[in-house]
């Protein structure tokens, strides 16, 4: 089916492992983004793309890490846990940077 | 610089009755307005966008927005609320036209709805 998907939903990892986040999205978008959300402080902006080898910083970009080899596909990870870093993380895309699609969320907990 | 202010952080109604999430803007320039809905443990669904065509925006679900640009509001109305309404509501401006592509997320307005 079309959409935007999330893999894992849910994992926990401990403090220094390096994790990643998989997004994929099945609607050709040319902008993916990716999101953190937490209590207090709402969603924010960590990282997003214009197209395929191009990424940008967001608002929190600290010990993250992006790539985008292919229009469809837009990896997050975390080079080196920490437990700040536990969130809900969200990625998101669409067809201009102004109109954005979610994903269901990957709920990741650092220990 | 653009930001949203939703004027209540918790709405609740009974079903059946009508629901009014309100919603404050401020952009430098022309905006998208958006409103999103997220249930609990779920993603962020659209429920409609405003992006400077018909002033009245119709989305799914039975949701309707307002864009009043004079008032600098868009807020959001459904005639009839059900149970499944329940759920968090996020209104979001983005400047629409310009190369920024930040989403400003209003705080979220909780709905809950009484039998």
């Known amino acids: 089916d079309a959409g935007i998907t999330q893999s894992p939903r849910y994992k926990i990892t401990e403090t220094g492992r390096q994790v990643t986040l998989m997004c994929h999205q099945t609607w050709s978008h040319s902008y993916m983004f990716w999101y953190r959300q937490d209590l207090g402080h709402g969603l924010r902006l960590i990282y997003y793309s214009a197209a395929a080898d191009i990424t940008d910083k967001g608002e929190v970009p600290d010990g993250y890490v992006v790539s985008r080899s292919k229009t469809e596909n837009f990896p997050l990870t975390l080079e080196s846990a920490t437990r700040s870093q536990t969130s809900v993380y969200f990625c998101?895309?669409?067809?201009?940077?102004?109109?954005?699609?979610f994903g269901p969320g990957t709920r990741l907990t650092v220990t | 610089a653009q930001s949203v202010t939703q004027l209540d952080s918790h709405v609740s109604v009974s079903e059946g009755t009508p629901v009014l999430l309100r919603c404050n803007y401020s952009s430098s320039y022309s905006p998208s307005l958006f409103w999103y809905v997220q249930h609990p443990n779920k993603g962020l669904q659209l429920l409609l966008k405003?992006?400077?065509?018909?002033?009245l925006v119709k989305g799914i679900n039975g949701f309707e927005a307002e864009f009043k640009k004079s008032e600098t509001s868009f807020h959001l109305t459904k005639p009839s609320a059900h149970m499944s309404d329940a759920a968090e509501y996020f209104c979001v401006v983005s400047p629409y036209g310009s190369n920024d592509y930040k989403l400003s997320f209003g705080a979220g307005t909780t709905v809950t709805v009484r039998a």
């Open positions: 405003y992006t400077s065509a018909a002033t």
């Open positions: 998101a895309s669409g067809p201009q940077g102004y109109e954005q699609y």
